[in-house]
């Protein structure tokens, strides 16, 4: 009995060791070749990514990311990184979000935001961040970025630790997925009504 004891608790500590370190795997070759590909066929175009070419001389319309993860980059596969350009017209808002699989580092490189995020005792950390200024938000944690200027657009690039860092947007999340009104008006500490004016606005 003491033997199978001493087993579980040994199983117990390696599960909570790997989740505690869990991270894109490692690989064992230079890069991964897609398999629509062959390794012949692997040439420069396939390490570059042109997704982002012009993009700085767009000015938004709305809030807009333009992700280089390896869903639109291949090459990223199996290479713990990817990035994105976050592009905030005057007066709008990266709603809070999570980022399950890794940490985001954030440039500001015009503009100007009001950042924030959420620790797991519910403590919030906030900071404007101007050009130049650098933010990290810690994997999983919940954070926003906010334009707080009308008339002023800003942009922000984004690099993360995965090459599939994943996002989970809150108000998407809770309000666009069906979760249950009464669920959410208990959830809320409101009633139904407002659950369902909310929900409206997500309808659109």
């Known amino acids: ?30 890069f991964i070749v897609p398999a629509n590909m062959s390794a012949g066929e692997v040439d420069g175009n396939f390490f570059t990514y042109t997704g982002t070419r012009g993009i700085f001389a767009r000015p938004p319309e709305k809030f807009t990311v333009t992700k280089a993860s390896k869903a639109e980059f291949a090459a990223l596969d199996g290479q713990s990184v990817s990035y994105a350009v976050l592009q905030y017209p005057g007066g709008s808002v990266n709603p809070p979000h999570t980022h399950p699989r890794a940490a ?22 906030t900071q404007t961040l101007v050009i130049g200024d650098m933010f990290v938000f810690p994997k999983g944690l919940v954070h926003y ?10 942009t922000a ?33 409101t009633d139904v009504y407002t659950i369902q004016k909310i929900k409206a606005g997500f309808a659109h």
Request: charged share 15%; net charge negative; hydrophobic share 50%.
């Open 157 to 189: 690039i984004s690099a993360f630790g995965s090459a599939s860092a994943g996002t989970v947007s809150l108000p998407t999340t809770l309000f666009a997925t069906g979760v249950d009104d009464e669920v959410l008006a208990k959830s809320f500490k």
């Open 145 to 154: 970025q906010y334009n707080a200027y009308a008339n002023q657009s800003a």
């Open 104 to 125: 985001e580092l954030l440039v500001v490189v015009d503009g100007c935001l009001q950042v924030g995020l959420v620790d797991s005792t519910n403590k919030l950390y």
């Open 1 to 30: 009995m003491a033997n199978a004891v001493s087993f579980l608790v040994a199983v117990v500590v390696v599960a909570f060791s790997q989740i505690a370190t869990a991270s894109d795997p490692d690989i064992l070759s230079d």
